[in-house]
C-alpha cells in the first residue's frame, strides 16, 4: 500500500503545480498528502510481522493510526471539493486521484470495524432513505427519484430531464449524494455514472 500511497502523493503533486503560484491551497493539500503518507508508512510498520506477536499497546497504536488517516484522509477530501470547482486542474484529474483515496479510505473503515467492533454494534438500525431524505432539498430528491426508475444515470442524463439546472451544480448535488452515501460512482472521466447505494 506504501508504493500506492507515494505514487498517488506524486500525482497530487504534480496537479498542485498547475495552482496559482500564491495559491495557499497549493501547500495545504500537499501537507495534508505528506502526513496521509507518513501514517501509511508508520501503519506498515506496526503490521509488519513480529515474531512475538503484537502487544496490546500495538493495538492501542492502530487504533491512533487510523484516527489520524482518517482525519488526514477527510481533509485531503474537503480540499479536492474547493478545488474541483476552481478550473485551476482538469475536474477529472482531481476526481480520478480523489477515487484512489476513497479505495485507501474504504479499507481502513474496514480496520476500523475490527478493532472497534463496538461501535458497529452501537449503531441504530434505521432504513438509509428515510433519515437522509429529510435533508435533502427537493433537487437532490429527484435525482434520487431518477436513479430508482433508471438505475444508473450520468450527469449528462439528468441533465437532459433537469434542463434548468447546470452540469456543475449537479456534479456538487452527486457529491453532496456520495457524501451521505445515498448513491454510488462508477467508472471514471466520461464514463462515469451514478447508482444508488
Known amino acids: ?70 482525519k488526514s484522509l477527510e481533509l485531503i477530501k474537503s480540499y479536492f471539493n474547493v478545488v474541483k470547482w476552481q478550473n485551476w486542474v482538469s475536474y477529472f484529474d482531481i476526481l480520478k486521484i480523489e477515487q484512489e483515496y476513497n479505495k485507501i479510505g474504504d479499507y481502513f473503515k474496514n480496520q476500523t470495524i475490527f478493532l472497534f467492533p463496538e461501535k458497529e454494534k452501537e449503531k441504530p438500525v434505521t432504513t438509509k432513505e428515510k433519515k437522509p431524505l429529510k435533508y435533502l432539498d427537493s433537487r437532490k430528491q429527484k435525482i434520487l427519484e431518477i436513479l430508482k426508475k433508471q438505475e444508473k444515470a450520468q450527469v449528462g442524463e439528468i441533465k437532459e430531464i433537469m434542463p434548468n439546472v447546470s452540469k456543475r451544480t449537479l456534479r456538487r448535488d452527486f457529491d453532496i449524494l456520495l457524501k451521505q452515501g445515498l448513491v454510488r460512482r462508477i467508472g471514471e472521466s466520461n464514463s462515469t455514472y451514478y447508482k444508488l447505494s
Not at 491551497?25 to 508508520?42: Q, T
Open 1 to 70: 500500500m506504501k508504493n500506492q500511497v507515494i505514487e498517488l502523493t506524486n500525482a497530487l503533486y504534480r496537479q498542485t503545480l498547475l495552482f496559482p503560484k500564491k495559491e495557499p491551497l497549493r501547500y495545504k493539500i500537499r501537507e495534508a498528502a505528506d502526513d496521509f503518507l507518513e501514517n501509511i508508512v508508520e501503519w506498515e510498520v506496526l503490521n509488519s510481522p513480529n515474531p512475538g506477536g503484537f502487544s496490546t499497546g500495538g493495538i492501542s497504536k492502530r487504533k491512533d493510526l487510523v484516527f489520524e488517516l482518517e
